[in-house]
């Protein structure tokens, strides 16, 4: 029965996510090269502020896919150039303005697509995670912004899970990957290159025996890495750190529960965020993680000092928030009440009509919303550990999407092993 439950855990969609984007159905993303946008990503698409929160605008998830046919997008992020990158069930797309998108080809074009990641250094060059000719996965890199993907810098025989490219360190990669033998038992493996993926190395992680491992962030410091290990049948999860490549990993915190949102902020605070109205953070120099009581946290950012948190829209009566105290009190920012209108251009308002006259219907958006107005996306500062208006109910004519399709999922996963604990 294990070996069934743990192979049920590796086929769920939208489960290998990376970069601190663990499966939620939420990311909030700050493109560098513009200043004052703001990208919420959602389970129904992007929407997209160019004033700082003030203004908000809907793209359609359609738009991103292409239209393919159950072509769920399961992860969204920014390049150095502020381009957009939108990641799904079979393939990839880029965007240069958030309107017009572009399917990725050549050696990645119909493949399922797991994770992938822009090079900080160079914003043309992308890895990502797909699935190869035979059972295995592998890593595919393009050198033109995920236009086009030449042949894999590797093939792995396990199912890797995570890539990320450090940033003080060209050439610097890390990946993991799980094996599941014959019984049932699982291994993580975390590879590693130091030449832009012509050679790896590649050794177990055993810190939580059987866990998932996936990459949360990596550090400036060239040595220093931030891992995800999630056991997902005992329903507990983990934040580990090495200080030496991956050599050694020390369990920095462990909950019996599922992290939704990790950063590590540029002052070296760390963060983590949970459903359940968690939020653990690590002052720089600090051994431990205060836990604090937050939203139902989906997401987590920041931008020149400001933090931005996802939260529950109808149960935190908020979608976006932001600190300006390092988390300490917390302003909603957005709710997707708030909403003004598709976007701007033409591929927009030519592809997403139906998906914006439903979405005003789902969240009763108001007829006279304005999109040249001030946005009243909440004024009153609420402070983080009095709870940020946590089990509240829905403000009226709110509506909650509920979670994205892989969530659903990894829910009848969880209810399944919860039952079978009981007999």
């Given amino acids: 029965m294990r070996f069934f439950l743990f192979f049920?855990?590796?086929?769920?969609?939208?489960?290998?996510?990376?970069?601190?984007?663990?499966?939620?159905?939420?990311?909030?993303?700050?493109?560098?090269?513009?200043?004052?946008?703001?990208i919420v990503a959602t389970n129904f698409g992007l929407v997209i502020s160019e004033d700082d929160g003030m203004h908000w605008r809907f793209t359609c998830e359609r738009l991103v896919s292409g239209g393919a046919s159950n072509a769920l997008v399961s992860l969204y992020q920014v390049?150095?150039?502020?381009?957009?990158?939108?990641i799904y069930t079979r393939g990839m797309a880029r965007s240069a303005d958030g309107c017009t998108?572009?399917?990725?080809?050549?050696?990645?074009?119909?493949?399922?697509?797991?994770?992938?990641?822009?090079?900080?250094?160079?914003?043309?060059?992308?890895v990502a995670i797909g699935s190869a000719d035979s059972d295995a996965t592998a890593l595919y890199p393009s050198q033109d912004g995920a236009l086009t993907f030449a042949a894999p810098l590797m093939t792995d025989p396990d199912s890797l899970k995570s890539v990320e490219i450090s940033r003080s360190v060209p050439g610097?990669?890390?990946?993991?990957?799980?094996?599941?033998?014959?019984?049932?038992?699982?291994?993580?493996?975390?590879?590693?290159?130091?030449?832009?993926?012509?050679?790896?190395?590649r050794q177990a992680i055993t810190a939580v025996p059987g866990s998932i491992v996936r990459i949360a962030a990596i550090d400036p410091d060239r040595d220093r890495i931030y891992l995800r290990l999630?056991?997902?049948?005992?329903?507990?999860?983990?934040?580990?750190?090495?200080?030496?490549?991956?050599?050694?990993?020390?369990l920095a915190l462990q909950i019996d529960d599922f992290f939704t949102a990790f950063l590590r902020a540029s002052d070296g605070t760390l963060y983590a965020g949970t459903r359940a109205s968690s939020l653990y953070v690590r002052?720089?120099?600090?051994?431990?993680?205060?836990?604090?009581?937050?939203?139902?946290?989906?997401?987590?950012?920041?931008?020149?000092?400001?933090?931005?948190?996802?939260?529950?829209?109808?149960?935190?009566?908020?979608?976006?928030?932001?600190?300006?105290?390092?988390?300490?009190?917390?302003?909603?920012?957005?709710?997707?009440?708030?909403?003004?209108?598709?976007?701007?251009?033409?591929?927009?308002?030519?592809?997403?009509?139906?998906?914006?006259?439903?979405?005003?219907?789902?969240?009763?958006?108001?007829?006279d919303v304005s999109c040249t107005q001030a946005s009243d996306g909440g004024s009153a500062d609420a402070g983080l550990d009095g709870g940020l208006n946590v089990g509240a109910p829905p403000p009226k004519g709110g509506c909650h999407c509920g979670s994205a399709p892989m969530d659903w999922a990894m829910i009848g996963f969880l209810l399944l092993v919860s039952r079978r604990r009981r007999r």
């Fill in 8 to 38: 049920a855990l590796l086929l769920l969609p939208g489960v290998a996510l990376a970069d601190g984007a663990f499966p939620d159905e939420m990311a909030v993303l700050a493109p560098p090269s513009a200043p004052h946008r703001l």
């Fill in 79 to 86: 390049g150095p150039d502020s381009a957009l990158y939108g």
């Fill in 101 to 126: 998108w572009s399917p990725a080809g050549g050696t990645l074009s119909g493949r399922f697509v797991f994770d992938a990641f822009v090079d900080p250094n160079d914003a043309q060059r992308v």
């Fill in 172 to 201: 610097l990669l890390y990946a993991t990957s799980f094996h599941l033998d014959k019984t049932g038992a699982g291994t993580s493996f975390l590879l590693r290159s130091v030449d832009s993926g012509v050679h790896w190395s």
């Fill in 230 to 250: 999630t056991d997902a049948l005992a329903g507990k999860d983990a934040i580990g750190i090495s200080d030496d490549g991956g050599q050694t990993i020390t």
């Fill in 283 to 367: 002052a720089p120099g600090a051994g431990t993680f205060e836990k604090r009581a937050a939203p139902h946290l989906r997401c987590l950012g920041e931008r020149a000092g400001h933090l931005f948190a996802c939260g529950d829209n109808a149960l935190d009566g908020f979608a976006l928030g932001q600190s300006d105290d390092g988390g300490k009190t917390l302003k909603p920012l957005f709710r997707f009440q708030n909403i003004c209108g598709m976007a701007e251009c033409e591929a927009v308002q030519a592809t997403c009509v139906d998906d914006w006259d439903k979405l005003r219907k789902s969240f009763k958006i108001a007829d």
